[in-house]
């Protein structure tokens, strides 16, 4: 990595509606004959595909997956357009295309946050393409207000809400504060990724967007759905806990003590074992 690129940079998809997206294609070889998973990332200030999933990348391409990664569209290295209204359909139907460019059809999709958002939403779109669900905190399942007033929420504001440049200390102490319970699981090199990539995002993929609350649509989704959910949870309502395990069909739940809202990151290997148990026998 150089320094104008804090992150690997992979390969580019050019969709169907002009844009451009970045994403990270892993595997032992033999692509055509190995099942496909497929990471989706979470919102926030320089969020990457890479960055949220680095730590359990390596995993799933020992066990023989091929890996899939894209930065969503408006993040990382993909097209960042400031004349588009990111709303949750603009999302899934990007990674559609993308996915389409690429020339994968089946997949499992594996999404944290806003990933496991426009995880849901794809589903409901397109459930011919989707084998399995997993889960991490995902939004989607409340209305504004309640994402609003949790604790981290509100701390995410008040640091990126005035407008005034943020340090790399004060991302640290954020990220800290707000997704883990371990702090130590915030690297500096984590921390320098995301305040690189910082730099190149526009205000209009946060200024705008929307995501509906999908829970009256759960019971739709009828693939296997794996839902991993931190007990310290400072950002998604608990209240998405019930309603993703009651209201998709075939939902295994899985609550992790001492963990935050990056549970990939904060419980690595409990997760990437987790994660291949499902796709192996959920």
Not at 75 to 97: A, T
Not at 206 to 234: D, F, H, Q
Not at 258 to 281: S, Y
Request: hydrophobic fraction near 40%.
């Amino acid at each position: 990595m150089t320094p104008s690129k804090p992150v690997p940079e992979g390969q580019y998809a050019t969709l169907r509606n002009g844009y451009r997206i970045h994403y990270l294609d892993e595997s032992l070889g033999g692509d055509g004959r190995r099942p496909v998973v497929v990471f989706l990332h979470g919102s926030g200030n320089g969020a990457c595909g890479y960055s949220n999933f680095k730590g359990n990348i390596p995993a799933l391409v020992q066990a023989g997956y091929r890996v899939i990664v894209p930065d969503l569209i408006g993040y990382g290295y993909s097209d960042k357009p400031d004349d588009v209204e990111y709303h949750l359909d603009f999302f899934v139907e990007c990674v559609k295309q993308a996915l389409d460019a690429i020339g994968v059809e089946k997949y499992t999709l594996v999404g944290n946050s806003l990933g496991g958002a426009i995880a849901l939403g794809f589903a409901l779109a397109h459930p011919r393409n989707v084998e399995r669900l997993v889960l991490m905190a995902p939004g989607g399942l409340n209305d504004l207000p309640d994402y609003l007033a949790m604790p981290g929420m509100k701390q995410m504001f008040e640091l990126y809400g005035a407008g005034k440049p943020v340090s790399e200390a004060q991302m640290k102490a954020f990220f800290q504060s707000a997704f883990v319970v371990n702090p130590d699981c915030v690297t500096d090199e984590l921390v320098h990724e995301r305040a690189e990539l910082m730099k190149r995002q526009n205000p209009q993929v946060i200024k705008t967007m929307k995501v509906p609350n999908l829970t009256a649509r759960l019971g739709e989704i009828r693939v296997p759905a794996l839902a991993l959910w931190g007990l310290n949870e400072n950002m998604m309502p608990d209240s998405g806990i019930l309603r993703l395990a009651k209201g998709l069909p075939d939902c295994r739940m899985v609550l992790v003590p001492r963990c935050g809202h990056w549970v990939m990151i904060e419980h690595r290997e409990l997760f990437n074992r987790t994660v291949l148990d499902f796709l192996a026998n959920g």
